[in-house]
């Protein structure tokens, strides 16, 4: 059974840092792109990162750019989202993805490339 299970959120204040780890289970996936996802109350999910195989290509969404950093740990079947300079609009749920298919390139950015998600892990930035 394929499980990913992110950790690492919580509360913090605007301008501190959060790492989150999304830990996979069940298959590997160093073939495989992973992203990551956020959900705020109200709100779309949106994409916020994403990382091919190997890390050879990462992508950002705009407002996170310099700020939020995405890597992987394929000997531990695991990606990493490090949040510096937290503001307050990053408060969500944020949710750990992989694609399903190895050695195919899908868009890192659009959600239906994703097959596998976790259950999202919830970060809170305070003013």
């Known amino acids: 059974q394929v499980q990913l299970v992110e950790s690492g959120g919580g509360l913090v204040q605007a301008g501190g840092s959060l790492r989150l780890s999304c830990a996979a289970s069940?298959?590997?996936?160093?073939?495989?792109?992973m992203g990551w996802f956020r959900q705020a109350p109200g709100k779309e999910r949106e994409f916020v990162a994403a990382?091919?195989?190997?890390?050879?290509?990462?992508a950002y969404q705009d407002s996170v750019k310099g700020r939020f950093t995405i890597s992987r740990d394929d000997a531990k079947n695991t990606v990493y989202l490090q949040m510096n300079t937290l503001k307050p609009e990053d408060t969500a749920v944020y949710l750990c993805?992989?694609?399903?298919?190895?050695?195919?390139?899908?868009?890192?950015?659009?959600?239906?490339?994703?097959?596998?998600w976790g259950q999202g892990t919830q970060v809170t930035v305070s003013s």
């Open positions: 993805a992989a694609q399903q298919f190895a050695l195919i390139d899908q868009a890192l950015g659009d959600m239906a490339s994703y097959y596998y």
């Open positions: 069940g298959r590997t996936f160093s073939s495989v792109a």
């Open positions: 990382i091919r195989r190997s890390g050879s290509t990462t």
